[in-house]
T-cell receptor, first 114, second 114 residues
Framework: DADVTQTPRNRITKTGKRIMLECSQT?????MYWYRQDPGLGLRLIYY???????NKGEISDGYSVSRQAQAKFSLSLESAIPNQTALYFC?????????????FGPGTRLTVT | QQQVKQSPQSLIVQKGGISIINCAYE??????FPWYQQFPGKGPALLIA?????SEKKEGRFTISFNKSAKQFSLHIMDSQPGDSATYFC?????????????FGKGTKLSVIP
């Protein structure tokens, strides 16, 4: 987990506020991902990035945007938070060269929208 | 459409017993099947993975059994210990250009009681 860090770890915000979740990695991986975890629903992909200039929507991208500021940094933004975006958010990385399948997850951010 | 179905949702096993978690998939393009282990407050971590060219893979007390014709795979935890108590996710991904795309099951919460 220490190779993939997420900030903040916990956040409570109000409906309508803009919020940014940040992810940094020291693994040297080129690919980065944002997932959302809800109880009983598993992990669902929000956005993924193959490199700084290659960003793609995942299964549930509506209401979210991302920015890949550098190979090591990938941020997730909620432009106008709503209560059903309350969830655990995970950043993950993988290396296209050695094993694109293997994804390494950060410790997560618990977001509550009131 | 849920492409990876996981059961049971929760499982209670006595210490020393065998824990079995099952997954079924629909997409015949899947050719990589990992299991992730998640402890409370942590991100998922890769536990063990299998490709369909073998029917079984064992790592310590953890074994994946794979049935390609039935499109099913399962995780067996032998001699289950309280420290194995966690949520387990199966996943699947295709090869090639889609190898980044992990589709997760909904998870199984395992509790190993002394």
């Amino acid at each position: 987990d220490a190779d993939v860090t997420q900030t903040p770890r916990n956040r409570i915000t109000k409906t309508g506020k803009r919020i940014m979740l940040e992810c940094s990695q020291t693994k040297g991986h080129d690919r980065m991902y944002w997932y959302r975890q809800d109880p009983g629903l598993g992990l669902r992909l929000i956005y993924y990035s193959f490199d700084v200039k290659d960003i793609n929507k995942g299964e549930i991208s509506d209401g979210y945007s991302v920015s890949r500021q550098a190979q090591a940094k990938f941020s997730l933004s909620l432009e106008s938070a709503i209560p059903n975006q309350t969830a655990l958010y995970f950043c993950a990385t993988s290396d296209s060269g050695t094993g694109a399948h293997e994804q390494y997850f950060g410790p997560g951010t618990r977001l509550t929208v009131t | 459409q849920q492409q990876v179905k996981q059961s049971p949702q929760s499982l209670i096993v006595q210490k020393g017993g065998i824990s079995i978690i099952n997954c079924a998939y629909e997409n015949t393009a899947f050719d990589y099947f990992p299991w992730y282990q998640q402890f409370p407050g942590k991100g998922p971590a890769l536990l063990i993975a299998i490709r369909p060219d073998v029917s079984e893979k064992k790592e310590g007390r953890f074994t994946i059994s794979f049935n390609k014709s039935a499109k099913q795979f399962s995780l067996h935890i032998m001699d289950s210990q309280p420290g194995d108590s966690a949520t387990y996710f199966c996943a699947a991904s295709p090869s090639g250009a889609g190898s980044y795309q992990l589709t997760f099951g909904k998870g199984t919460k395992l509790s190993v009681i002394p």
